[in-house]
């Protein structure tokens, strides 16, 4: 079956950095679009960061833009997420996915067919 599986989550202080990894099995990695995605206490879950299935296009929230840095090895079926000056607001469970439909990436999670259990993420300021 298809297995997601995040890892890289902590606590850090504020303008530390994390790199947080999202293996994936069981599926044609490379035919997923990959997105990042975090859910705070009683908030819904946010989209973060999204790449599309060859690496080739990225997309970002305005809230990280700058900050984060998506990437993918797809010989190791793995999609990445560099965060560098974190923010007490960024702490949050961080979620990744992977999108059958969407070539370039999308924002939306509902185009998600997959999930992780997800990794925390907790900055102290």
């Known amino acids: 079956q298809v297995q997601l599986v995040e890892s890289g989550g902590g606590l850090v202080q504020a303008g530390g950095s994390l790199r947080l990894s999202c293996a994936a099995s069981?599926?044609?990695?490379?035919?997923?679009?990959m997105g990042w995605f975090r859910q705070a206490p009683g908030k819904g879950r946010e989209f973060v960061a999204t790449?599309?299935?060859?690496?080739?296009?990225?997309d970002y929230s305005d809230s990280v833009k700058s900050r984060f840095a998506i990437s993918r090895e797809n010989a190791k079926n793995t999609v990445y997420l560099q965060m560098n000056s974190l923010k007490p607001e960024d702490t949050a469970v961080y979620y990744c996915?992977?999108?059958?439909?969407?070539?370039?990436?999308?924002?939306?999670?509902?185009?998600?067919?997959?999930w992780g259990q997800g990794t925390q993420v907790t900055v102290s300021s």
């Open positions: 069981g599926l044609t990695f490379r035919s997923y679009a």
């Open positions: 790449i599309g299935r060859g690496g080739g296009n990225t």
């Open positions: 996915g992977a999108s059958y439909g969407a070539i370039w990436g999308t924002r939306d999670p509902g185009q998600y067919g997959y």
